[in-house]
């Protein structure tokens, strides 16, 4: 007979080990679709490995895809830890990129030094005001935040579509639905020569850092963590639940708009309707596997970003679908998520429950 | 004659983790006869009938249960259906009872055929009835439990087991949500039951109840059986002694003459979201150097009560003033900035944030004390000084300050409150239940630090469904009953009780 008993605390090992042990785990069971695939799995993984660590050019490619992942990681794991669930960073990363061409592409014609500090600070503002609102609908009328932020990613998904056929459309584009170019001097700038990989991944980290000393160090951190764990005793204990809800609400839609920010003025340069294949849902996945925590959000993107960037490596190399990266992704979430059970319960097996003669 | 056995316990034991909750535990009952089980909180009263029950699965020891032949056997541990089967009911201190339906349906709710076409209910309701005759156990049958008074409900949970054929009742702390005269009815029942071959365990920490009452009483201590003893040979200095270890400790209470009025709630008058919610323009004044106590049946205004005290809901209309000085728009904030300290009925879920460390939750109410944070950045070294002093100063013990509170037991959890409300020295105090499920050491320790507060000078709302500790400790006392205040005129158990019942005295 199985019973699950309730760990007294949980240790330290398990909230490293449990993310590690997931991702393995992850890659093992990815082995069978590979191995099905004719593929020799070693081999594979081999493949995988080179297509993200083979080159410095393969390197700054992972970056690159991991920038985007640590805002909005970071986005998700912030609010879940005040349990706000915010769902909507796809549409609030579009926000910040919308708001960052509206002003970035000719509007003003400033000094990068002034342009670039306006440029983030509006797409991190409209990213805020898009989580804004349901926050306030979840306090006023306690209208599902879950609900409400998912569904607004499709109705600002097709606001976008909107715009980019209309005010925001690129003159010059020859009619595509894509918007005109941010200023040259408006562009995060690139951290190497040659590279994608641009400065919006050094204020993605800085901005990790700045979260995680936050949490742990500041009176904001420690409200935020009371009312997310028990709202009930933080609202006794005189704290203002509802403050701290707008504010992680405004910061976590910041963040998310700095993710659309980033990729529009930091990687495309203009938007289009397909910046995003998924980044703020993703980044769902990543705040999770971080267990929450600002910095496992960053290690969690570049691992994230790796399985991605090494799957179109291996997929090149070895005629293996590259949607096996979603898979290995899904499955260490699975996994992570198990763990977190694991972490928090034990198993016992005792001697069956028969008649105790 | 010798009296038939009906059941054995037979070296139960069970740990959870580190914890003991039962150790090598053996309990002889007779048919047609009350045992008493007694013991503090926490002594595994409600474990060792869990076992039986078959919600726990003991790690060793036996249990055999005398069957319609009065044949002891043994009872296959570890399912509750076996139990049932055997004939063994069980009343949890909190009721299994879908409120919705009717008492009928929730007597015979399954214990009829799954696939039956159609239910008998004209022989279900004459068996039930025949039951109520036997017993005295009256209940209306055909209302929504939900409409059904406590007592009732209770009585309803009774007849389940009884419909289903138990021959042994498990009663788990029945009298807790009872007055005084619902739980005379209560006995008079079980009497009548018992005189009909019932056998009944009867878990309690009421001494006065117990030897009012049972035919023989075994105490629990600590997990272990500590003593046994026919009722008739027991007096309550020598079941107290045998529950705690040594002798109760008393809390000692001078006259002191009250002081200035620290809290007035004028027409205060809330419309809850429930009746337990609500108060019909209550007033209250509390004195420095006073205990007011608030006596009377869980779900009468008190928690509205407290609510409007801690600052958690604003009156719809009436004044609340403290010290003199009218709160509007109260917040739980603006009270304790006014100097009123609160001890929630809910400890774990209103006291404590219990993921997050002793040493923060000591510090939650004062995040503004530049002591406790400069320039919006906690003053880490500060808050565990802090913590690690409280700790020493009101005996909090558990793995340690740095530890998540919810580590800590009950006890000590009410204990970290009482260091976090005490140490602000506050004007007024909002003491919610504040012994409730506290073992009698720590119960008697958090009176003490009542008085202690009460000397110092500060004024006291205690709310307690415990009329004892209200009986010991307060100066004045009032009833609450459907969301209204009445000052009791005197400090007779009995006329208070009939007023918690609303009966005109």
Same mark, same amino acid.
């Given at each position: 007979?199985i019973?699950?008993?309730?760990?007294?605390a949980?240790s330290k090992?398990?909230?490293i080990?449990v993310?590690?042990?997931s991702a393995?785990i992850?890659?093992g069971?990815?082995?069978?679709?590979l191995?099905?695939?004719?593929a020799?799995?070693?081999?594979a993984?081999?493949?995988?490995?080179?297509?993200?660590?083979?080159?410095v050019?393969?390197i700054t490619e992972?970056?690159?895809?991991a920038t985007?992942?640590?805002?909005?990681?970071?986005?998700?794991a912030?609010?879940?830890r005040?349990?706000l669930?915010?769902?909507g960073?796809?549409g609030?990363?579009?926000?910040?990129?919308?708001?960052a061409?509206?002003i970035?592409?000719?509007v003003?014609?400033?000094?990068g030094?002034?342009?670039?500090?306006?440029?983030?600070?509006?797409?991190a503002?409209a990213?805020a005001a898009?989580?804004a609102?349901?926050?306030?609908?979840?306090?006023r009328?306690g209208a599902?935040e879950?609900?409400?932020?998912l569904?607004?990613?499709?109705i600002i998904?097709?606001?976008?579509?909107?715009?980019?056929?209309?005010?925001l459309?690129d003159?010059?584009g020859?009619?595509w639905?894509q918007?005109a170019?941010v200023?040259?001097?408006?562009?995060?700038?690139?951290l190497?020569d040659?590279?994608?990989v641009?400065?919006?991944?050094?204020l993605?980290?800085v901005l990790?850092?700045i979260?995680?000393f936050?949490?742990a160090?500041s009176?904001?951190?420690?409200?935020?963590r009371?009312?997310?764990?028990n709202?009930?005793?933080?609202?006794h204990?005189?704290?203002?639940v509802k403050?701290?809800l707008?504010g992680?609400a405004?910061?976590?839609?910041?963040?998310?708009g700095?993710?659309g920010?980033?990729e529009?003025?930091?990687?495309k340069g203009?938007l289009?309707?397909?910046?995003?294949?998924g980044?703020?849902y993703?980044?769902i996945?990543?705040a999770m596997?971080?267990?929450?925590?600002p910095i496992?959000?960053?290690?969690?993107?570049?691992?994230?970003?790796?399985?991605?960037?090494?799957?179109?490596?291996?997929?090149?190399?070895m005629?293996?679908?590259?949607?096996?990266?979603?898979l290995?992704?899904?499955?260490?979430l699975?996994?992570?998520?198990v763990?977190?059970?694991?972490?928090?319960y034990?198993?016992?097996?005792?001697e069956k429950?028969?008649?105790?003669t | 004659?010798t009296?038939?056995?009906?059941?054995t316990l037979?070296?139960?034991?069970?740990?959870?983790?580190?914890?003991?909750?039962?150790?090598?535990?053996?309990?002889?009952?007779? $048919?047609?006869?009350?045992l008493a089980l007694?013991?503090?909180n926490?002594?595994? $009263?409600?474990?060792l009938?869990?076992m039986?029950?078959?919600h726990?699965?003991?790690?060793?020891?036996?249990?055999e249960v005398?069957?319609?032949?009065g044949?002891?056997?043994?009872l296959?541990?570890?399912h509750?259906q076996?139990a049932?089967?055997?004939g063994?009911?069980?009343v949890?201190?909190?009721f299994?009872?879908?409120?919705?339906?009717?008492a009928?349906?929730?007597?015979?709710?399954?214990?009829?055929?799954?696939?039956?076409?159609?239910?008998?209910?004209a022989?279900?309701r004459?068996?039930i009835?025949?039951?109520?005759a036997?017993? !005295?156990l009256?209940?209306?049958?055909?209302?929504?439990?939900?409409?059904?008074s406590v007592?009732?409900?209770?009585r309803?949970?009774?007849l389940?087991?009884?419909?289903?054929?138990?021959?042994?009742l498990?009663?788990d702390?029945?009298t807790?949500?009872l007055?005084p005269?619902e739980a005379?009815?209560?006995?008079?029942?079980?009497?009548?039951?018992v005189a009909?071959g019932?056998?009944?365990?009867?878990?309690?920490? $009421?001494?006065?109840?117990?030897?009012?009452?049972?035919d023989?009483?075994?105490?629990l201590?600590?997990?272990? $059986?500590v003593g046994?003893?026919?009722?008739?040979?027991?007096d309550e200095?020598?079941?107290?002694?045998m529950?705690v270890?040594?002798?109760?400790?008393k809390v000692?209470?001078?006259q002191?003459?009250?002081?200035?009025p620290?809290?007035?709630l004028?027409?205060v008058?809330?419309?809850?979201?429930?009746?337990?919610?609500?108060?019909e323009h209550?007033?209250l004044t509390?004195? &420095?150097?006073e205990?007011? +106590?608030?006596?009377g049946?869980?779900?009468?205004?008190?928690?509205?009560?407290a609510?409007?005290?801690?600052?958690?809901?604003?009156?719809d209309?009436?004044?609340v003033?403290v010290?003199?000085?009218?709160?509007e728009?109260?917040?739980?904030?603006r009270?304790?900035e006014? !100097?009123v300290?609160?001890?929630?009925?809910?400890?774990?879920h209103?006291?404590?944030?219990?993921a997050?460390s002793v040493?923060?939750?000591?510090v939650?109410e004062?995040?503004?004390d530049p002591?406790?944070?400069?320039?919006?950045?906690?003053r880490?070294? &500060?808050?565990?000084?802090?913590?690690?002093r409280? &700790?020493?100063?009101y005996?909090?013990?558990?793995p340690g300050?740095?530890a998540?509170?919810r580590?800590?037991s009950?006890g000590?959890?009410?204990?970290?409150?009482?260091a976090?409300?005490?140490?602000?020295?506050p004007?007024?105090?909002?003491a919610n239940q504040?012994t409730?499920g506290?073992?009698?050491g720590? @119960?008697a320790a958090? +009176?003490q630090?009542?008085?202690e @507060?009460?000397?110092?000078?500060? !004024?006291?709302?205690l709310?307690?469904e415990?009329?004892?500790e209200?009986?010991?400790l307060?100066d004045?006392?009032?009833?609450?009953?459907d +969301?209204?205040?009445?000052?009791?005129?005197?400090?007779?158990?009995?006329?208070?009780g009939?007023?918690?019942?609303?009966? &005109?005295?």
């Amino acid at each position: 007979m199985i019973r699950i008993e309730p760990r007294a605390a949980t240790s330290k090992t398990f909230s490293i080990g449990v993310p590690v042990l997931s991702a393995l785990i992850a890659l093992g069971f990815a082995a069978i679709p590979l191995m099905a695939a004719g593929a020799n799995p070693i081999t594979a993984y081999g493949e995988m490995f080179k297509g993200v660590f083979g080159s410095v050019f393969s390197i700054t490619e992972m970056l690159t895809r991991a920038t985007p992942l640590i805002f909005t990681g970071l986005a998700a794991a912030l609010a879940f830890r005040a349990k706000l669930w915010n769902i909507g960073g796809e549409g609030q990363l579009y926000l910040g990129a919308m708001a960052a061409v509206a002003i970035g592409s000719g509007v003003l014609d400033i000094s990068g030094v002034l342009l670039i500090p306006i440029i983030i600070l509006l797409g991190a503002a409209a990213g805020a005001a898009g989580m804004a609102a349901p926050t306030y609908l979840k306090i006023r009328f306690g209208a599902d935040e879950v609900v409400t932020t998912l569904l607004l990613n499709f109705i600002i998904l097709i606001f976008v579509q909107m715009m980019l056929e209309g005010p925001l459309q690129d003159p010059m584009g020859l009619g595509w639905p894509q918007s005109a170019p941010v200023l040259d001097q408006g562009m995060l700038p690139p951290l190497m020569d040659r590279m994608r990989v641009h400065s919006g991944l050094i204020l993605a980290v800085v901005l990790a850092v700045i979260a995680q000393f936050m949490l742990a160090r500041s009176v904001w951190g420690f409200k935020l963590r009371a009312v997310g764990e028990n709202a009930a005793a933080a609202r006794h204990a005189g704290i203002n639940v509802k403050r701290s809800l707008y504010g992680v609400a405004i910061i976590s839609g910041g963040l998310a708009g700095l993710a659309g920010v980033s990729e529009v003025a930091g990687l495309k340069g203009y938007l289009t309707a397909d910046l995003s294949p998924g980044f703020g849902y993703t980044g769902i996945v990543v705040a999770m596997l971080a267990g929450l925590s600002p910095i496992g959000v960053v290690i969690a993107a570049l691992f994230i970003a790796s399985v991605f960037v090494g799957a179109d490596g291996m997929s090149r190399a070895m005629g293996v679908s590259s949607f096996l990266a979603d898979l290995v992704v899904s499955v260490s979430l699975l996994c992570v998520l198990v763990g977190g059970f694991i972490a928090k319960y034990r198993i016992v097996r005792s001697e069956k429950a028969g008649s105790a003669t | 004659m010798t009296p038939k056995t009906v059941l054995t316990l037979t070296g139960l034991s069970k740990r959870f983790g580190p914890v003991i909750a039962n150790d090598d535990v053996s309990l002889t009952l007779h $048919k047609g006869e009350v045992l008493a089980l007694l013991g503090e909180n926490g002594a595994g $009263k409600t474990t060792l009938m869990n076992m039986l029950f078959g919600h726990y699965l003991p790690d060793a020891g036996r249990v055999e249960v005398a069957d319609a032949q009065g044949i002891l056997e043994p009872l296959p541990l570890g399912h509750p259906q076996a139990a049932l089967a055997a004939g063994i009911g069980m009343v949890h201190q909190h009721f299994a009872l879908a409120e919705n339906i009717n008492a009928l349906d929730n007597i015979t709710l399954g214990s009829e055929p799954l696939l039956a076409l159609r239910r008998n209910r004209a022989a279900a309701r004459a068996r039930i009835e025949g039951i109520i005759a036997r017993s !005295g156990l009256k209940a209306p049958l055909d209302v929504p439990v939900g409409q059904l008074s406590v007592g009732e409900r209770q009585r309803v949970e009774i007849l389940k087991a009884l419909y289903r054929d138990a021959r042994i009742l498990v009663l788990d702390e029945p009298t807790a949500v009872l007055t005084p005269q619902e739980a005379d009815t209560l006995f008079s029942n079980i009497r009548a039951m018992v005189a009909d071959g019932l056998s009944v365990i009867f878990i309690s920490h $009421k001494l006065r109840e117990v030897l009012a009452f049972s035919d023989r009483i075994a105490v629990l201590r600590h997990g272990k $059986k500590v003593g046994e003893m026919a009722t008739t040979e027991a007096d309550e200095a020598k079941i107290a002694r045998m529950m705690v270890g040594a002798d109760t400790p008393k809390v000692a209470r001078d006259q002191i003459a009250a002081g200035a009025p620290v809290l007035s709630l004028t027409n205060v008058a809330v419309k809850g979201r429930s009746e337990r919610e609500s108060l019909e323009h209550v007033s209250l004044t509390v004195n &420095a150097r006073e205990i007011v +106590g608030i006596a009377g049946i869980s779900g009468n205004g008190q928690s509205g009560l407290a609510r409007v005290i801690a600052g958690l809901t604003t009156p719809d209309a009436g004044t609340v003033a403290v010290d003199g000085a009218a709160i509007e728009n109260p917040t739980p904030a603006r009270m304790v900035e006014a !100097g009123v300290g609160r001890i929630p009925e809910d400890r774990h879920h209103e006291g404590i944030v219990g993921a997050m460390s002793v040493a923060e939750n000591m510090v939650i109410e004062r995040l503004d004390d530049p002591d406790i944070q400069s320039m919006g950045l906690l003053r880490r070294e &500060a808050i565990s000084e802090n913590a690690a002093r409280l &700790a020493t100063a009101y005996d909090v013990r558990g793995p340690g300050v740095g530890a998540p509170a919810r580590l800590l037991s009950g006890g000590n959890i009410q204990k970290l409150i009482l260091a976090r409300v005490f140490e602000r020295s506050p004007r007024l105090i909002l003491a919610n239940q504040p012994t409730r499920g506290l073992d009698m050491g720590a @119960a008697a320790a958090v +009176g003490q630090r009542l008085l202690e @507060a009460r000397a110092r000078g500060a !004024g006291i709302v205690l709310i307690s469904e415990d009329l004892d500790e209200i009986l010991g400790l307060a100066d004045r006392i009032f009833v609450i009953r459907d +969301g209204q205040l009445t000052q009791a005129p005197t400090t007779e158990r009995e006329q208070i009780g009939l007023m918690m019942a609303g009966v &005109a005295a």
